[in-house]
């Protein structure tokens, strides 16, 4: 619900302010740089965060970052982890994966990215949520479905995208384009798993829950897996680093460590949206000295991204 959650950003985003800086035991007298993500997401809660932090910035004409939110994800690889982790610096290759945004990305440099691939419509962490939904385990449901998943079988089922559908061949020129390209697709899954549940009695569907969680979380795995080794491959680059929410799931984890490439994935709580990451890509992108960022305006799709 974009209108209410934007209505909570309101809310809360004073109380956001006081508390991050009474974490870091600074004033807002000690600020040297103010930034906010500026897109994409929803567009109502951008506003929101966007013209605060544009105020902030504006009451003492200090500089200001408007970041790209892809480039967060990709900046999170830039900090040292909480416990220590090393951070990750370019060149490598991007996955991102999370509610919102799937994409593949080079990265050559900070501050800058080169798109890939994309999803072409539904997002891995948007695909996780409408299954475990689906599977009446609530929303946002990703890490619910991952914890189904884990007593269940990865190949009672077969959906599309997964290592067993792909093996069985088949589907004409345009399915063989798509194959060659860099690009994701989720919608077709989604749509297996209800088609699938609804053929099935209730009773059989509650017994085999585990079994399709772990199928259906097989598939979305497996599409992310495939995706970053052709990348791999066809850029002769032997780095990757991870980003999103989806970076979380401890089955995908599992099967990046096992690539032949060098792996970074961020700490859990760098992967999903997170302030920290914003600042990280604040440093290395473009600062604006007041006034010139007064008339920024939030964009919701990636029309602005880099």
């Not at 740089?33 to 544009?54: D, F, I, N, R």
């Not at 495939?226 to 002769?236: D, S, Y």
Request: charged share 20%.
């Amino acid at each position: 619900m974009p209108e209410i959650a934007s209505r909570h950003h309101l809310e809360l985003v004073n109380l956001v302010v006081q508390q991050a800086l009474a974490d870091a035991d600074v004033t807002l007298e000690e600020i040297e740089l103010v930034a906010a993500t500026q897109g994409p997401g929803l567009v109502g809660a951008l506003l929101v965060g966007l013209s605060t932090a544009k105020a902030l910035a504006a009451a003492r004409e200090l500089p200001f970052a408007a970041v790209d939110h892809i480039q967060g994800h990709v900046a999170a690889n830039f900090l040292v982890g909480p416990n220590g982790e090393p951070a990750f610096e370019p060149p490598f290759l991007c996955l991102i994966a999370s509610g919102g945004h799937t994409l593949l990305a080079q990265v050559a440099e900070h501050g800058r990215f080169a798109v890939l691939g994309r999803t072409l419509d539904d997002a891995a962490g948007e695909a996780f949520d409408k299954g475990a939904r689906m599977l009446g385990l609530g929303y946002p449901g990703g890490a619910a479905l991952e914890r189904l998943a884990a007593g269940g079988d990865p190949e009672a089922f077969s959906f599309p995208g997964s290592r067993a559908e792909r093996s069985q061949g088949g589907g004409g020129t345009g399915r063989q384009a798509f194959a060659n390209s860099l690009d994701f697709s989720f919608a077709g899954l989604k749509t297996a798993l209800l088609y699938r549940l609804r053929e099935l009695p209730e009773a059989q569907v509650r017994e085999q829950a585990a079994d399709f969680a772990a199928s259906y979380q097989a598939a979305i795995v497996d599409s992310l897996m495939l995706r970053a080794e052709q990348a791999l491959e066809r850029t002769g680059q032997t780095r990757l680093a991870v980003g999103g929410g989806v970076a979380a799931n401890g089955e995908l984890r599992r099967r990046l460590r096992a690539l032949k490439a060098s792996v970074h994935v961020p700490p859990r709580e760098l992967c999903t949206d997170n302030a920290a990451m914003i600042a990280s890509a604040a440093l290395q992108g473009r600062q604006l000295a007041y006034p010139a960022y007064l008339g920024l305006d939030a964009y919701a799709t990636g029309e602005g991204s880099p």
